[in-house]
């Protein structure tokens, strides 16, 4: 389980907002010493904290700081940032996510190709995790397309092979940028259709797979179609946790909600039993 931090400062309670300095610092604090026990990762989303400018970024530093450190550790920790430009400057954001910031991880987009993401993937010990099918409604704007040419020869009698999808040639690509030590995907939980075909394409890779809980994946199809002979998915859920409860009682109501997917997980994990 991945517990997703996208933590809206819109809907923190009223007494947080009213009573702590760092609001933001204050939830999630209490949201990690509630669940880091049942989790294996957390993945701050940075918008929620580059929006509230520097004193978001405070809030941010403080969180990630305070995980790595809790006693209740260690758990891996990702920049949901969807990063990527040319070299240099991916370099800088590798710099500021691994060296600045204690990050185990970060998330990429692989649109500008081998030389936007090498300087995440040259980072020892670090994991970058390239999108790859996505779990938004948009992601068929692009990523599910397939060249026309075969739809043109169709028209014309002329039988042809299957043609792939978008998000299989970046997959089969950019698994060539690393490894399975360094390099994870994300599909997401709401293309359960496609989850298989990922599955197929890097059989030993880890799956980030968002999208469980608030946005409608199924954590039983997800397991059916993603799971390897090790497991190999890291299925994150944010608002269905974090935000259970609006009271003052939410820590309490997210450990609830966090305790429930982790027993459907290893209800799923072990069937027998």
């Not at 010990?125 to 739809?151: E, Y």
Request: hydrophobic share 40%.
């Amino acid at each position: 389980m991945c517990i997703g931090l996208d933590t809206d400062i819109d809907r923190i309670p009223a007494s947080l907002r009213s009573s702590e300095d760092d609001p933001v610092f204050a939830f999630n604090r209490r949201i990690v010493d509630a669940t880091i026990d049942l989790t294996a990762a957390y993945k701050p989303n940075l918008a929620f904290y580059e929006c509230l400018g520097s004193k978001g970024w405070e809030s941010l530093e403080k969180t990630v700081h305070y995980i790595r450190n809790h006693a209740g550790g260690p758990v891996f920790i990702i920049a949901d940032g969807k990063r990527a430009d040319i070299g240099n400057t991916s370099g800088y954001y590798a710099r500021a996510f691994f060296e600045r910031l204690p990050f185990d991880a970060v998330t990429v987009n692989p649109y500008m190709g081998h030389d936007s993401v090498k300087p995440f993937l040259s980072c020892p010990g670090k994991w970058t995790i390239v999108l790859a099918l996505t779990s938004n409604p948009g992601a068929t704007d692009f990523q599910t397309l397939q060249p026309q040419l075969p739809a043109l020869l169709e028209k014309l009698g002329i039988k042809t092979c299957y043609w792939k999808k978008l998000y299989e040639l970046v997959i089969e690509e950019s698994s060539k940028w690393g490894d399975t030590g360094n390099t994870m995907f994300v599909a997401g939980a709401t293309q359960n259709g496609m989850l298989a075909s990922v599955r197929e394409l890097v059989p030993d890779h880890f799956l980030l797979i968002p999208g469980v809980g608030a946005q409608g994946g199924k954590l039983e199809d997800v397991a059916a179609a993603a799971m390897n002979k090790d497991v190999g998915i890291l299925v994150n859920s944010s608002r269905s946790i974090i935000y259970a409860s609006k009271g003052n009682d939410f820590d309490a109501k997210a450990r609830q909600a966090a305790l429930a997917l982790q027993q459907q997980m290893a209800a799923l994990l072990n069937p027998a039993r």
